[in-house]
């Protein structure tokens, strides 16, 4: 792509970053982020000293600033400009603040300045998916994210932008700062919700942002599996697995690194067990644990899991079984069986789970949720 005198398009310039065009127009209109001069006073062409500044703003949305305050910060990194500029080019003259009431970004507490991506506010309260629209603007396009913490809007602005880098920095920086469980309950995972109701609502037009999001959140978790140490390798593992027909792995993948963080033994089999495969699985390794995900009550295998929770091993007169823990919204509806558990969120199993090793040790015997 070769820049022309006066600058490359808006089309051009939202292709280079990652946005659409209806973004780039909405921060020149909205901020005041626009080319420093307009070919022929009207029409935007974007210079490499404004292609820079649109950098910067989609740098700092993606560490999770608000809009306003990220054009602000943006616009204090551009030099002034010297002269008239190119014949016939007009300057560019940010438009006055918005009024109170209308329909813009708003800087007032409580409300969010700007969605994602689109040109209307997303608000706090619009948390149910109603924001429908296709992806690339239009009312609706902003993804519902509703009143989160600004490492979750962020992650959701570099999702929907497919800044892939954006979004492993930021992963890291949260599982740093915030650990595993706090990282996935208040910022993966109201981000992926978000991106799965965006999908749901605008005819499959957002599944490449929820494919990228979702590679590099199962990227992060699994760097934090395999880097833990194992305090108890010698202990009986716990399994987890997706019942058969249920391909939704993420959450697990959480669960198996919060366990990892704790040094406790994991053995993953992933998405769609078949019950053979599980049953195999669970008498060759004689777990502490079985955590069984589904995500739908069509997946949700309740005679599976009670063969499960009765599978026995160990020497005749030790014999014992594992604790099965019923994950997911799928089992939701019927309380749990002998020797099941099923634990409300992702700190509950950790918690559940780790009780069984008694800090570290090897596990303490059977319970029932």
Not at 77 to 88: K, V, Y
Request: glycine fraction near 14%; hydrophobic fraction near 40%.
């Amino acid at each position: 792509m070769s820049d022309t005198a006066h600058g490359i398009t808006t089309g051009a310039v939202a292709r280079r970053l990652g946005v659409s065009p209806t973004t780039v127009r909405s921060w020149d209109q909205r901020y005041g982020i626009g080319p420093a001069v307009r070919a022929d006073g009207r029409h935007r062409r974007w210079s490499p000293e404004d292609v820079a500044l649109l950098e910067e703003m989609c740098r700092l949305t993606a560490s999770g600033v608000p809009p306003a305050e990220a054009a602000r910060a943006a616009r204090g990194t551009r030099p002034p400009t010297e002269g008239p500029g190119p014949a016939g080019a007009a300057p560019h003259v940010p438009p006055p603040p918005e009024e109170p009431g209308r329909t813009g970004g708003t800087d007032r507490p409580g409300e969010s300045a700007e969605p994602v991506t689109a040109p209307e506010p997303v608000r706090a309260d619009r948390v149910d998916g109603a924001h429908a629209g296709a992806h690339g603007g239009g009312p609706g396009s902003g993804l519902p994210l509703g009143d989160v913490r600004r490492e979750c809007r962020g992650l959701a602005r570099a999702a929907v932008r497919l800044d892939g880098p954006a979004m492993e920095a930021l992963l890291q920086q949260v599982l740093a700062e915030y650990g595993l469980v706090t990282a996935w309950e208040e910022i993966m995972a109201p981000t992926l919700h978000a991106v799965g109701r965006k999908w749901e609502s605008s005819d499959d037009r957002y599944v490449e942002v929820e494919h990228l999001l979702s590679w590099h959140v199962s990227t992060a978790l699994r760097r934090v599996s395999v880097t833990a140490p194992v305090v108890a390798p010698t202990a009986a593992p716990v399994v987890l697995a997706c019942v058969p027909g249920e391909q939704h792995t993420l959450p697990l993948e959480a669960l198996t690194a919060g366990l990892a963080e704790r040094g406790l033994p994991t053995r993953m089999f992933g998405a769609a067990v078949p019950a053979e495969a599980l049953d195999a699985a669970v008498r060759r390794s004689g777990p502490a644990a079985v955590a069984l995900w589904s995500q739908a009550r069509s997946t949700a295998s309740h005679s599976l899991a009670r063969h499960v929770a009765g599978t026995a091993f160990g020497v005749r007169g030790a014999r014992t079984a594992p604790l099965v823990l019923l994950a997911g919204p799928g089992w939701l509806g019927r309380p749990p069986g002998p020797g099941m558990a099923r634990p409300a969120g992702l700190r509950e199993a950790i918690g559940v789970i780790a009780r069984l090793y008694g800090g570290g040790g090897g596990p303490g015997g059977n319970a029932e949720g």
